[in-house]
């Protein structure tokens, strides 16, 4: 019989970014008891490398912005793919969560009267994020996490959770192991929150850090709850390319706020060539207009560079695959050229993008204030996720919640940049809420010893696997270089058919790993774990892919190159059937209530 | 749009140029280098030596992922963003204290194995990890932010961004806890309990100078935290990756309020040698 630490509490939350630690606050001010784990430190998980912003219609700077214009933007970059009523309720109660960071302590820029002030953003129509610098996700995260340290919340550092627990259908509570022993803990609670963040590990050139191996998707998904737009991965346009090390590192949009341009190869701004129609009547006729609008000049209508994500990732892949790249097999982002309109560019840039100028300095010898960067597109985000009521935030397994990057429906298709920080606050926060309410209408669960030891005995097994077998390290790398090229930015039928067949030896390759030492702190071992949940979000993202016969937002066919209208009614769920088959359905999207329809009409 | 095609023109050629020399600094090709790292549990351990392949714009964490990829599975390491930003991978590079994730190779001589280790001011967990958990428990005894009552209707504050960049030069701290290494305090004394340490003053500092923040924490700043035992060596100040002005910014403008409220030996002498600034002077004006 395994031996576990108990530990009971009427909400779990597991997670502790943006989203976990609000979601832990919340239900704390609701009196409920509240246990908090995370992979890392407290203060590590990935919202701290969040940079440009976060979006907010505080209309602090251009008082034509309101809830009703960032709900039209969101549904626009999402491709009407969104859950609406997440869009509308995240539209108009972000100012509200930001307003609350800052009675927190967070210490946003300014405007000139005082203000919390905002930048410009890709696919927003006025500057709305509001930021510090480019490490706004560090000022949100510290806050947090120095709030939460004061409410009565437990946290569980360093622990990882492995399964879900139920009592049939309902949610009992999860099981986890901590690092620094190896000893397995189980918590029995009335309802969780997952709030574990991405998948950005499945590929090989990402932005995510070692923490985005999927779990909370994985988890959910083997919990029985419906996972919704896996298809929908965010390419982000610019990451690093050099040298290969940091290949992947994001480069902020920010930079391109600030006025930073893309050039090719041969010295053209490419994406003045190719600028889709939905956007047309909204983006710079030529690049004196795109450089006024960077400066505030509320007449103008934003540059291309400023086009939504997916655009632009996919015209750098164009540029590149036509043998106009940079020298790395990218292409040239450039801010040093504000120098002919600043005269104290050299400052300004630093002033405002301190963070790039300092990893561009260090990681690649680059002074960005003198030269331009090689940029190209990196795995980023991923849309889809667990499939949630809109108003509370759970799922369809009753007292399991999901929030922030796990979660899915607030961004459709395709997000927009900044609006991840705001989901975080603003679901976080409902989450905690109903997860709350939820309990405290519950009973204690029961927990089912023989399930756990089950879990556990599983968990165990690459300490008794035979020793010379392979290590994990192997595997992860090779599925993650499979995903780039198979299931990466541009996809096709036989490809991903492809990448099935891979998934399959890779499962197999994955069932013998083996690991060596003890079950103190032992990377091995905790990458074969997060192995098994890699492999489970590749298969759904490639199901999810193959499914959707069209491009649309994050998710390009270049067998289907094209936006079909049809494929604009239903999302893509994919559950866990009954004898473990992963089941593919199309679920139609609720009509749209009258009054956002109008909206959208008047913000077209 | 003739002028920005030339000036699109200059950005590529000085994208090519850039890129050339990176290419030639170092070549991309791979060499063997050494590198000695802490091996061992709790009290117990010692170095073992990994040969491993480096290539260009390599950084020591890359190399310690080979290591761990290669020959030694079970290396235990703390890392997340691999960006500087997170203050997971702190460690001892050849005796320096430095964050693993932003260390070139190409800054070290790879002639000589390079040591790794883990902080020394801490407990060791396992090989590269520490217990960093007393950092945690000493931000609790600090007490928390509390703002002034809201200056807007609305329930808005306004400040100027002069007041908001003092504080959020210390605000950009993301707790490696390096400064905590090498604070002889801490490292050689073990006062944990009775100095809570330079980041965690540059936090109160945060506090006491923020702008919409209302409490006075300059007594238990004394009493509890222990700030009398800094003596201004200003070793934290040398290893912050980000630049914080521990010391001059944060530290001393504290012993300057201690010593307005309590006698406070070191901190007068500081504030003769100083001159008579008053407490809580806005950094930039005192440089
Ligand atoms: C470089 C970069 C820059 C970005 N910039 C912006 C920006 O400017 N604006 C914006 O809006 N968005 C930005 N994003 C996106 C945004 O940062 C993320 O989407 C967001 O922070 C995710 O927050 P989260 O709370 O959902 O998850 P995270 O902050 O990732 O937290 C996940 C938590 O779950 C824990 N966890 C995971 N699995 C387990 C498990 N099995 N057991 C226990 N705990 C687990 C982790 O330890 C961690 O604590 C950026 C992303 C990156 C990578
Ligand atoms: S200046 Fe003070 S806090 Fe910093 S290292 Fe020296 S004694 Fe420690
Ligand atoms: S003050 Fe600097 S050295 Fe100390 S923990 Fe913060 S970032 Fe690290
Ligand atoms: S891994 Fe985040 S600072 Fe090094």
């Known amino acids: 019989m395994p031996e576990y630490q108990r530990h009971e509490h009427d909400v779990l939350v597991i997670g502790a970014g943006g989203a976990g630690l609000r979601a832990a606050i919340e239900a704390a001010h609701a009196g409920v008891s509240v246990g908090l784990v995370c992979k890392s430190l407290l203060g590590k998980a990935h919202t701290v490398m969040a940079e440009g912003g976060v979006a907010a219609a505080l209309a602090n700077v251009d008082d034509r912005d ?72 560090l000022e949100m995260i510290r806050t947090l996490q120095d709030y939460a340290i004061y409410q009565p919340i437990d946290v569980h550092m360093e622990c990882t959770i492995v399964s879900l627990l139920k009592d049939g259908n309902r949610i009992a509570g999860a099981l986890g192991y901590d690092r620094e022993r190896g000893r397995f803990k189980l918590f029995a609670a009335k309802a969780v929150v997952l709030a574990t963040g991405g998948i950005g590990r499945a590929f090989s050139v990402t932005s ?92 103008a209508r934003r540059p291309p560079e400023l086009l939504t994500r ?89 007292g399991l919640f999901a929030a922030g990057e796990v979660g899915a429906g607030l961004h459709g298709a395709n997000r927009l940049g900044g609006n991840s920080l705001s989901d975080l606050l603003v679901f976080g926060m409902r989450a905690g809420k109903y997860a709350a309410e939820f309990a405290a209408r519950q009973s204690s ?37 499979m995903m780039q ?70 998710h390009f066919r270049d067998d289907f190159p094209a936006k079909d209208p049809a494929y604009g009614k239903f999302n893509i769920l994919i559950r866990r059937g009954p004898n473990g088959e992963m089941q593919v359905t199309r679920e139609p999207i609720p009509e749209l209530r009258e009054d956002l329809k109008r909206i959208i009409e008047e913000n077209k | 749009m003739a002028a920005t095609e030339s000036l699109a023109r200059n950005v590529v050629e000085s994208g090519r140029r850039a890129a050339e020399r990176s290419d030639t600094s170092a070549g991309t090709q791979e060499r063997s280098a050494t590198f000695r790292v802490w091996r061992g549990t709790g009290s117990s351990g010692q170095f073992r030596d990994y040969q491993t392949k480096v290539s260009e714009g390599m950084v020591v964490l890359d190399a310690i992922h080979r290591i761990q990829a290669e020959d030694a599975t079970d290396l235990a390491v703390r890392w997340n963003c691999k960006a500087g930003k997170c203050g997971s991978c702190s460690a001892e590079i050849n005796g320096m204290p430095r964050l693993m994730c932003m260390t070139r190779l190409s800054e070290l001589d790879l002639d000589k194995a390079v040591t790794v280790e883990p902080m020394r001011a801490f407990p060791v967990v396992k090989d590269l990890v520490t217990d960093v958990s007393s950092n945690f428990r000493a931000k609790k005894r600090i007490r928390k932010f509390t703002p002034r009552p809201p200056d807007a209707p609305d329930g808005t504050w306004r400040m100027a961004q ?53 409490l006075d924490r300059t007594n238990e700043l004394k009493e509890s935290h222990g700030i009398g035992y800094c003596n201004i060596t200003k070793c934290c100040t040398k290893v912050c990756p980000e630049h914080i002005t521990i010391t001059d910014n944060a530290i001393i403008p504290l012993k300057e309020r201690v010593v307005d409220q309590h006698y406070d030996p070191l901190g007068k002498l500081v504030r003769l040698l100083r001159g008579r600034r008053s407490a809580g002077t806005p950094p930039e004006e005192a440089q």
């Not at chain 1, 040298?243 to 949009?253: A, C, F, N, Q």
């Not at chain 1, 035979?466 to 599925?479: A, I, K, R, T």
């Open chain 1, 485 to 554: 090229e198979l299931v990466g930015i541009v996809r096709r039928e036989d490809e991903m058919r492809r990448a099935l067949d891979a998934l399959k030896a890779l499962n197999e390759r994955a069932r013998k790993v083996s690991v060596t030492g003890n079950r103190e702190y032992n990377p091995g071992w905790h990458t074969a774990l997060d192995l098994r949940n890699l492999l489970t979000v590749s298969e759904i993202v490639a199901r999810a892919a193959l499914e959707r016969k069209e491009s649309r937002g994050g």
């Open chain 2, 162 to 214: 002069s007041d908001a960049d003092r504080v959020q030069e210390f605000r950009k701290c993301i707790e490696c806890f390096l400064c905590q290494d090498v604070c002889h305090v801490l490292r050689d004394h073990h006062l944990h309990e009775q100095f809570v340490g330079p980041r965690l003053l540059v936090h109160a500092a945060q506090l006491e100078m923020h702008p919409l923040d209302i």
């Open chain 1, 208 to 299: 995510n850090s070692w923490e985005y191996t999927g779990d909370g998707h994985a988890l959910a998904y083997n919990a029985g709850a419906a996972l919704q737009d896996m298809e929908f991965v965010q390419f982000h346009p610019t990451g690093m390319v050099w040298p290969p090390s940091v290949r992947g590192i994001l480069v902020t949009e920010g930079v391109r706020g600030e006025g930073g341009i893309l050039v090719n190869r041969e010295g053209r701004r490419f994406l003045f060539d190719d600028i889709p129609e939905n956007y047309r009547s909204q983006t710079a006729a030529d690049e004196e207009e795109g450089w006024r609008y960077t400066q505030g000049d509320k007449s």
């Open chain 1, 445 to 481: 669960p029961r927990v089912d010893a023989q399930q756990a030891d089950a879990i556990v005995r599983e968990a165990l097994e690459p300490f008794n696997r035979q020793s010379d077998g392979e290590g994990p390290y192997q595997v992860e790398h090779d599925l993650q270089g």
């Open chain 1, 66 to 137: 309101n809830w009703k214009v960032h709900f039209a933007d969101t549904m626009r970059g999402g491709q009407y793919l969104n859950n609406w009523r997440m869009a509308e309720l995240h539209a108009r109660e972000a100012p509200d969560r930001v307003r609350e960071l800052e009675a927190w302590g967070t210490v946003f820029d300014r405007t000139p009267d005082g203000r919390i002030l905002q930048r410009n953003f890709g696919g927003h129509k006025y500057p709305r994020l509001a930021h510090v610098g480019d490490r706004t996700g």
């Open chain 1, 310 to 398: 997916d655009h632009v990732a996919r015209a750098i892949v164009k540029e590149v695959r036509e043998g106009r790249g940079s020298p790395h097999g990218g292409v040239f982002l450039d801010i040093s050229w504000i120098r002919s309109k600043l005269s104290n560019a050299e400052e300004h840039i630093k002033k405002k993008l301190p963070s790039m100028y300092h990893q561009f300095k260090q990681l690649a010898d680059i002074d960005i204030t003198r030269e331009p960067m090689e940029v190209g597109p990196t795995t980023h985000y991923v849309m889809g996720g667990v499939r949630v009521d809109g108003d509370t935030q759970m799922s369809s397994v009753p």
